[in-house]
Each structure stands twice: as structure tokens, then as C-alpha cells.
DNA sequence: ATGTCCCGCACGGCGGGA
């Protein structure tokens, strides 16, 4: 069972890459983010044509999340975080595939920090450790996937000295994050592999991509149950360079049926 | 500081977000 998650940058700008994408590497789940569309103009028809259920949580101009899942429904758990009722932004979206319960989030950028949206970060990091804490031990495989907008380490960004003052490096974020990993959670991309320089998002600026001045933002993080059925894992680095690509690649995991 | 892409608004670039 392949799991994949992709930060589109847009659904309808990103629409031929992704099923170009979905066609080529046949994902069983893909967990997508920034949509930037409403609800009502999801292209729900061009995704179930490629043989993919799917539930999604749109937003006008910003965020938004979808899980697709080859050959059947995703079965709907929630389509928000828990913790505070008045945020609005659609950042988090929770299904049952088969026997395995996936959550799809897309965290906030944070920038600038210090500031209002670098506490709002912070707070969503905290609410999202809460709900963790509820999904570890619940007896099913979980896997968390995402846009976690965190360098988990150094090791995780071409220049980290420049990244120190980042909302996305930022000491009380890379705290923030490892509180939810010391729950018990394992970063799959990292644990496959220890020491190799991975990157998922490369900016659109200065050649970014072609330089590979990338970063490791998006996150696969698994439970126990979820980790013993872990075999493979990795980034379909080649569609960042694909015409009209957006800043992130695909980034997936392979869990024994 | 800059760079680029995408959105809405509303048809020409501009502001906001990343």
C-alpha cells in the first residue's frame, strides 16, 4: 500500500501535473494540500475519472487538503483539528483507507516570526501534538502526512545558517515538532534514510531546484503499527522539474498490505 | 533585498501569501 503526500500549490494549476503524476506511479493514497479552491470547484470528476475515491476541504484563495484513495472511498473521520472551533483555515483532513488511518495536514508557514502568524503556528503544532496523542495508541496503523512546513534538522535544508530565523527552522518550531515525534511517532522518510540529503521542496526563486538548494518539509509520521509494515519510502523528486511543477515533490511510503 | 508562482479581483496589473 503506497502513501504518498504532494503540496499541489493550486489543484487547477497543478491539475495535468497531478494526473500525470497518478498515472504514472499509481499511488493508493494521496494525501494533497493547498488546493486554493473552494469546495464547490474541486475538480472531483477528472480525479474520479483516474479510478480515485476522494474527500476534500476547500478553501477561496488559501489551504485546503483531499485525500484520494485508489479503487474506493476514503471513509471520512474529521475535517478539522480538534482544539479551537474558531480557526476557520482548511489545514487538516483525517479518513480510514483499508485498515489504516491517515491524516493529512498542511501547517502553517509561520513567517514572519516573531509575529502573530508564527504564534498561530505554534499553537496549530500544539493542538496537532493533543490529537497525536489520541491517534498513537489507538490500535490501527496511523500515518500523519503532510506539509509540516518543519526542517526537522540541519540535515534537512542546503544552508541551514541561513535558515536559522525561519518560522520553518525556528528553534521553538523544531521544539514544537519534536515534542510530537517523542510520542512515539518516526519520521519514515528519515528513518529509511539516516544519512542521505532529502529534499521535497525546492522555491521557485533563484533556480532553487536546479541548484538543489531544497528543503525537507513534508513529513510521513508513523505509529508502531504503521512502522512494522513499513518497506520503502522516498520523493518523486523528477516531477519538481516538470513543466508548471509546483514547489513541492511527491513524497511516499510502501506499507505491507 | 532579491527572486517566482498562484490567488482574487475583474481585464490590468497589484496586493497577499508562500
Avoid at 475535517?79 to 483507507?97: N, T
Avoid at 488511518?101 to 496537532?128: H, S, T
Avoid at 532553487?208 to 509520521?221: C, F, K, P, V
Wanted: glycine content about 8%; proline content about 6%; hydrophobic content about 40%.
Amino acid at each position: 500500500m503506497r502513501i504518498a503526500t504532494y503540496n499541489v500549490n493550486s489543484i487547477h494549476a497543478r491539475l495535468p501535473s497531478l494526473q500525470r503524476w497518478l498515472q504514472e506511479t499509481s499511488p493508493d493514497v494521496a494525501c494533497l494540500q493547498e488546493l486554493k479552491t473552494p469546495s464547490e470547484k474541486f475538480p472531483e470528476a477528472a480525479i474520479r475519472e483516474l479510478g480515485y475515491g476522494v474527500i476534500w476541504h476547500g478553501q477561496k484563495s488559501y489551504n485546503g487538503v483531499a485525500i484520494l484513495s485508489k479503487g474506493c472511498e476514503p471513509t471520512e473521520i474529521r475535517r478539522a483539528l480538534p482544539g479551537d472551533p474558531e480557526d476557520l483555515h482548511s489545514r487538516y483532513i483525517e479518513a480510514v483507507v483499508r485498515d489504516v488511518v491517515i491524516g493529512c495536514l498542511y501547517l502553517p508557514n509561520g513567517n514572519p516570526a516573531p509575529g502573530e502568524k508564527f504564534d498561530y503556528k505554534l499553537r496549530w503544532l500544539e493542538r496537532l501534538r493533543v490529537h497525536a496523542a489520541e491517534l498513537i495508541g489507538s490500535g490501527n496503523a496511523v500515518v500523519l502526512a503532510g506539509d509540516y512546513n518543519v526542517i526537522p534538522t540541519g540535515n534537512d535544508v542546503y544552508k541551514p545558517e541561513r535558515w536559522v530565523d525561519d518560522a520553518l527552522f525556528r528553534v521553538e518550531t523544531r521544539e514544537a515538532f519534536g515534542r510530537i515525534v517523542e510520542q512515539g511517532w518516526v519520521d519514515a522518510i528519515r528513518h529509511l534514510h539516516p544519512d542521505a540529503t532529502i529534499y521535497t521542496f525546492w522555491d521557485y526563486f533563484r533556480n532553487a531546484y536546479g541548484r538543489d538548494a531544497g528543503l525537507r518539509i513534508d513529513h510521513l509520521l508513523l505509529n508502531a503499527p504503521a512502522l512494522r509494515r513499513l518497506k520503502a519510502g522516498g520523493v518523486n523528486r523528477d516531477v519538481r522539474g516538470w513543466e508548471k511543477p509546483s514547489d513541492h515533490a511527491p513524497t511516499w511510503i510502501e506499507l505491507e498490505d
